[in-house]
């Protein structure tokens, strides 16, 4: 890119991110994950109005583990493949900010805006099954991810803290919401936009958080879970898939192998995208 197109682009991006908060505050948003370019523009061709990313699935894409194994330079290339192959705000997952200093985090912010996304995810743990950051810690690093977004020209980037006191079962069961509703209020006053609360799907224990949360709240949806009106319903303004749709593409492949190898029948294959129609959603 030429140093004249810069301005252009810092604004085409200015702008997405701006889309992305209205569409945060306006309505019920829902964010199919993507994992890779082509997973993003399968997904905004279905209808989509934004992209998140799955950790989990761009891990598994890279030919590793999900549970912060990848390296910032490794997600941001990600990111900006995905950024690249949609017309659509764009908002990453980055884990646990590849790094447990606010100087860690405030770098990985960095890398995403410059990659051109719109939003991040920053999880309170400090690995998977915690134990998590302390509420003055993590408020420390979403304060680093909101300064890091100014400076790198891109104030409106939307930061969603994601607490895992359910998903990973952290304290007494009966004291979990008020852990939550803690550090939603902590959090909120060090600038995060949303909160992030995976493993909790109990229509009113989520509908106890949304009444009580200075933020919107995103809830992770699952398969034989609440559906996407009942969690709208329950106050829930955000509504992600993790790295659902991911698996869901690697168990067709897998059963579409299997038939091949096994009987060698190709009945899996029939109900797939049309090669020309996927082909065209790449424009280069």
């Not at 790094?99 to 920053?122: C, K, Q, S, Y």
Request: with cysteine; charged share 20%.
């Amino acid at each position: 890119m030429s140093v004249d197109n810069f301005p252009a682009a810092e604004a085409a991006v200015t702008e997405k991110a701006r889309l992305f908060r209205s569409l945060s505050a306006d309505s019920v948003l829902v964010l199919p994950n993507a994992w890779d370019a082509a997973s993003a523009a399968v997904i905004a061709a279905a209808g989509a109005t934004a992209i998140a990313t799955t950790s989990g699935g761009v891990s598994w894409s890279l030919g590793r583990g999900d549970g912060q194994h990848l390296d910032r330079d490794e997600m941001t290339r990600a990111a900006r493949r995905i950024v690249n192959a949609v017309d659509l705000p764009v908002t990453v997952d980055v884990e646990g900010g590849y790094g447990p200093t606010p100087e860690d985090v405030a770098a990985t912010v960095r890398a995403v805006a410059e990659a051109g996304a719109v939003g991040v995810n920053l999880e309170d743990s400090r690995a998977v099954g915690g134990p998590l950051f302390d509420l003055a810690e993590q408020s420390a690093r979403l304060r680093a991810a909101r300064d890091a977004a100014a400076a790198a020209g891109l104030p409106e980037l939307f930061v969603n803290a994601r607490t895992d006191v359910y998903l990973f079962a952290i304290g007494p069961s009966e004291a979990r919401l008020d852990e939550v509703l803690a550090r939603t209020a902590a959090y909120a006053e060090a600038g995060a936009d949303g909160i992030f609360v995976p493993g909790l799907l109990d229509l009113d224990t989520l509908s106890a958080l949304c009444a009580g949360s200075p933020l919107p709240v995103n809830a992770m949806a699952v398969a034989g879970g609440p559906t996407v009106p009942e969690l709208a319903r329950a106050g829930v303004r955000r509504i992600s898939l993790g790295t659902a749709l991911a698996q869901t593409a690697y168990t067709a492949a897998r059963r579409a192998a299997a038939e091949l190898l096994g009987a060698g029948t190709l009945e899996t294959l029939g109900d797939s995208m049309d090669f020309g129609e996927l082909n065209a959603l790449f424009h280069h």
